[in-house]
């Protein structure tokens, strides 16, 4: 039988309050929202605190979505259906109705949340990719009412760790709003509800004239670093769309990730799904912001 170590529990009844909590505890709390991951990880005894900070309570204070202007403004407590329900959402990202239709089963997307999905910070979580792709940028606030805003690159330090210190809390995530765009997220898993194998992104904005003016392609589960590839970028900035453009960007996808071998498949067959897959997302995501 697995069970976590012994812990103390707080139920948070504020953003402040939970903060000021964290400041008081340090590192011995760890907020817990939908608690998918860290629970699992707690009855394995991979993962050990002395108290554990219920932050549930603050779902109408931080679970929101909202359009403001030339951003997109999402709640860190914003749940995985709420992410999946809402039409506004899908027609300015439809990534994000293609990932949250492919991410676990209805349990957790009902209780599991965007926040607690980008903490988590494992190199194969699908909304990494996805808010990467994106070019989303993460609100943290500290004591004191205290806020920074740190870009997805800057927020994701390496696997399992994030920017977010020991007294702060993620509060917000922002996306831009550009025209022209179009998005895409496409999921190899073994069964449904399971960890990618491999799973691709890409968001594509048009100019005037057809061209690509900017164009990002992200992966997961292809090791750490893999959430949003310049190179890529570079590539496809400027150029039409054409099939031998997608081909260019999959092999360029292919090389950038350092898969490993395990039973979801060997290193070179999860790279022929990033090639593969990189180049569906980008023909998709062009024929949508097309239409």
Same mark, same amino acid.
């Given at each position: 039988?697995?069970?976590?170590?012994?812990?103390?529990?707080?139920?948070?009844?504020?953003?402040?309050?939970?903060?000021?909590?964290?400041?008081?505890?340090?590192?011995?709390?760890?907020?817990?929202?939908?608690?998918?991951?860290?629970l699992?990880?707690?009855?394995?005894?991979?993962?050990?605190?002395?108290?554990?900070?219920?932050?549930?309570?603050?779902?109408?204070?931080?679970?929101?979505i909202?359009?403001?202007?030339?951003?997109?403004?999402?709640?860190?407590?914003?749940?995985h259906?709420?992410?999946?329900?809402?039409?506004? =959402? %899908? *027609?300015?990202f &439809?990534i994000?109705?293609d990932?949250?239709r492919?991410? +676990?089963?209805?349990?957790? !997307?009902?209780?599991?949340?965007?926040?607690?999905?980008?903490c988590?910070?494992?190199?194969s979580?699908?909304?990494?990719?996805?808010?990467?792709t994106?070019?989303a940028?993460?609100?943290?606030?500290?004591?004191g009412?205290?806020?920074?805003?740190?870009?997805?690159?800057?927020?994701?330090v390496?696997?399992y760790?994030?920017?977010?210190?020991?007294?702060?809390?993620?509060?917000?995530?922002?996306?831009p709003?550009?025209?022209?765009?179009?998005?895409?997220?496409?999921?190899?898993e073994?069964?449904?509800?399971?960890?990618?194998?491999?799973?691709?992104?890409?968001?594509?904005w048009?100019?005037?004239?057809?061209?690509?003016?900017?164009?990002?392609?992200? =992966? %997961? *589960?292809?090791g &750490?670093?893999?959430?949003?590839?310049?190179?890529v970028? +570079?590539?496809?900035r400027? !150029?039409e769309?054409?099939?031998?453009?997608?081909?260019?960007?999959?092999?360029?996808?292919?090389r950038?990730?350092?898969?490993?071998?395990?039973?979801?498949?060997?290193?070179d067959?999860?790279r022929?799904?990033?090639?593969?897959?990189?180049?569906?997302?980008?023909?998709?995501a062009?024929?949508r912001?097309?239409?």
């Amino acid at each position: 039988m697995q069970v976590p170590a012994p812990f103390e529990y707080e139920r948070a009844t504020s953003v402040d309050q939970a903060i000021g909590l964290l400041e008081r505890l340090g590192s011995s709390a760890r907020l817990v929202a939908g608690g998918h991951s860290l629970l699992p990880m707690m009855k394995l005894r991979l993962a050990n605190f002395d108290y554990l900070i219920d932050i549930n309570p603050l779902h109408a204070e931080l679970g929101y979505i909202r359009f403001a202007g030339d951003e997109v403004r999402i709640g860190a407590l914003t749940r995985h259906r709420e992410l999946l329900e809402s039409d506004e =959402l %899908a *027609a300015a990202f &439809p990534i994000f109705r293609d990932a949250e239709r492919v991410i +676990a089963d209805p349990i957790v !997307r009902n209780r599991g949340t965007l926040g607690g999905s980008l903490c988590q910070a494992d190199p194969s979580e699908d909304l990494s990719a996805v808010c990467t792709t994106l070019d989303a940028s993460c609100v943290i606030r500290g004591p004191g009412g205290s806020e920074r805003v740190v870009t997805m690159e800057e927020f994701h330090v390496g696997p399992y760790e994030t920017a977010v210190g020991d007294d702060e809390m993620l509060t917000e995530i922002r996306l831009p709003l550009r025209p022209g765009g179009g998005s895409a997220y496409e999921k190899v898993e073994r069964r449904a509800g399971d960890w990618a194998v491999v799973s691709a992104g890409a968001a594509v904005w048009l100019a005037a004239d057809g061209t690509i003016a900017d164009a990002r392609v992200g =992966l %997961a *589960a292809v090791g &750490p670093n893999t959430t949003g590839i310049r190179e890529v970028s +570079a590539a496809l900035r400027g !150029r039409e769309p054409a099939e031998e453009l997608y081909e260019q960007a999959g092999a360029i996808a292919a090389r950038s990730c350092d898969p490993a071998t395990d039973q979801r498949g060997s290193a070179d067959y999860k790279r022929h799904l990033a090639d593969e897959l990189t180049r569906r997302t980008l023909r998709a995501a062009v024929a949508r912001a097309r239409s």
